[in-house]
């Protein structure tokens, strides 16, 4: 298994470009998010994805998009680049057995916006 | 709305002497906790979790933490750190065993520094 991947590793973007974050995990996992980790912030997730065709809002998801339509892939958009979405993106995946639940995180996605 | 509060954003402990860092949540139901940590430039390795049953959950690299419900805390512990232990420490709160059904709300984390 390859685990979370994540690709660019790095990018730097112009305000008002577009862009699509790569996350993909072959491991079957049910569950993926994605989260933003500003200095001093944590990390705050963005999006989230319980299955295929489901997604969700998290705490900051104003200026990303986000789709699920296999269970492998989980890409988050950037419709219009600003320079506030500069920040290091993690794509995280598990899957759940009753209570027993492991949650991988990808490499991260550090991301510039000038 | 649920949050996390670490209260300490750096703490210096010399090699071989003990850790704690602090965590206090808010959670309007059972919690599920975790500690990660962050390695520079690298992404999250889970440290721990509880969910239920014994309030003194053991983890990987000689951590534990304890959970106390009636200070809503949640303190990792380890008896003699490595300078190997520096690194970015991140306790987080969810709804879910692993935190991947709904997410997971993270404290601002705590910036450890092993003096030789």
């Known amino acids: 298994n390859a685990g979370v991947t994540q690709t660019p590793k790095f990018q730097v973007l112009k305000t008002g470009q577009s862009m699509t974050l790569q996350c993909a995990q072959d491991?079957?996992?049910?569950?993926m998010s994605w989260y933003r980790q500003d200095p001093g912030m944590g990390l705050r997730l963005i999006h989230y994805s319980v299955g295929a065709g489901i997604t969700d809002q998290g705490e900051v998801p104003n200026g990303y998009n986000v789709s699920r339509s296999t269970t492998e892939d989980f890409p988050l958009r950037l419709l219009s680049a600003a320079p506030s979405q500069t920040s290091v993106y993690f794509c995280?995946?598990?899957?759940?057995?009753?209570?027993?639940?492991?949650?991988?995180f990808g490499p991260g996605t550090r991301l510039l916006v000038l | 709305a649920q949050s996390v509060t670490q209260p300490d954003i750096h703490i210096t402990v010399s090699e071989g002497a003990s850790l704690e860092l602090r965590c206090n949540y808010s959670y309007g139901a059972t919690p599920y906790l975790f500690w990660y940590v962050q390695s520079p430039g690298q992404g999250l390795q889970l440290l721990l979790k509880?969910?239920?049953?014994?309030?003194l959950v053991q983890g990987i690299k000689g951590f534990e933490a304890e959970f106390k419900r009636s200070q809503s805390s949640f303190n990792l512990r380890k008896p003699s750190v490595h300078w190997s232990d520096a690194a970015e420490y991140f306790c987080?709160?969810?709804?879910?065993?692993?935190?991947?059904?709904?997410?997971?709300?993270f404290g601002k984390g705590t910036h450890l520094i092993i003096q030789p």
């Open positions: 995280a995946s598990s899957y759940s057995v009753g209570n027993q639940e492991t949650q991988y």
């Open positions: 987080a709160v969810g709804a879910s065993s692993g935190g991947g059904a709904d997410g997971l709300t």
């Open positions: 509880y969910f239920s049953g014994d309030t």
């Open positions: 491991m079957n996992h049910e569950y």
